[in-house]
């Protein structure tokens, strides 16, 4: 699991995450809204949409809010006509990130991008520039304290996954986008208690960072999570157990 990802977790536990909570709504309705536009509003024959209405759940969104937003998204009411854009740049320090956005003003979001990159010490790249240095891949996070790595591994195996990873506070089960709904219900039925799952964008390789270089970096995650357009920022670095609880405690 990348430093930033750990970093995210760390960032709700201390109910950071809660101060944003209109912004994450926000993404969380764009998310909906497209999932709904793209497979239909069924969550049943429609995966993606399923696991949106469960993390919109997850965040105590309104009923109101996600029928609306699939609602939306289906046509049934009128709305903003978001897409989907993967954007790939540099951060300072040559860190890789992958930013998934949804927007209905794609040369407004190019230019809020670059603005933030480049007050960073960061860049845009083009298309491929640094997307062959993830995999897409379903990610299950299971709290420690609820299981042990070798009974997780053997329910994993079973259910389809391809790995376990350690996340710090968790053990991160990776899967494969196809086996993804189906790894989750497995482990679900076998009453595995799971803290998140998403698809996400792992790194092949990270860049390993501390002190000063690391906090540039989060920083600039930060500030580009802020932006309305963003729905998640990926990036291929690494942080020492030590820095994060630093920064944690900070």
């Known amino acids: 699991m990348s430093g930033h990802s750990r970093w995210a977790n760390i ?73 989907e854009v993967l954007y790939e740049g540099y951060g300072p320090h040559g860190v890789a990130l992958l930013i998934e956005c949804a927007t209905d003003n794609k040369n407004r979001t190019v230019s809020e991008l670059r603005n933030i990159l480049d007050k960073a010490n960061g860049s845009l790249g083009t298309q491929n ?32 996954g391809e790995d376990v990873v350690d996340g710090g506070d968790v053990f991160n089960v990776l899967t494969t986008v196809e086996d993804f709904n189906t790894v989750r219900d497995n482990l679900a039925k076998a009453k595995v208690e799971i803290a998140q799952a998403e698809l996400t964008y792992v790194p092949a390789m990270n860049v390993m960072l501390s002190g000063k270089d690391a906090e540039q970096v989060l920083s600039l995650i930060d500030k580009l999570e802020d932006n309305e357009d963003v729905q998640k920022v990926h990036a291929d670095m690494e942080i020492s157990e030590e820095d994060l609880a630093r920064l944690a405690g900070s």
């Open 11 to 83: 960032k709700r536990v201390k109910g950071a995450a809660d101060a944003k909570r209109g912004r994450i709504f926000t993404k969380l309705v764009k998310e909906i809204t497209v999932a709904a536009r793209i497979g239909g509003g069924n969550p049943d024959g429609n995966p993606r949409l399923r696991l949106a209405i469960e993390t919109a759940r997850a965040e105590a969104m309104p009923k109101d809010n996600i029928e609306r937003a699939i609602k939306k998204g289906t046509g049934e009411l009128e709305g903003e006509a978001y897409v």
């Open 129 to 160: 520039s640094v997307a062959y240095k993830f995999h897409r891949k379903g990610r299950i996070a299971v709290p420690k304290k609820s299981t042990t790595e070798d009974k997780l591994t053997e329910l994993v195996i079973e259910a389809g």
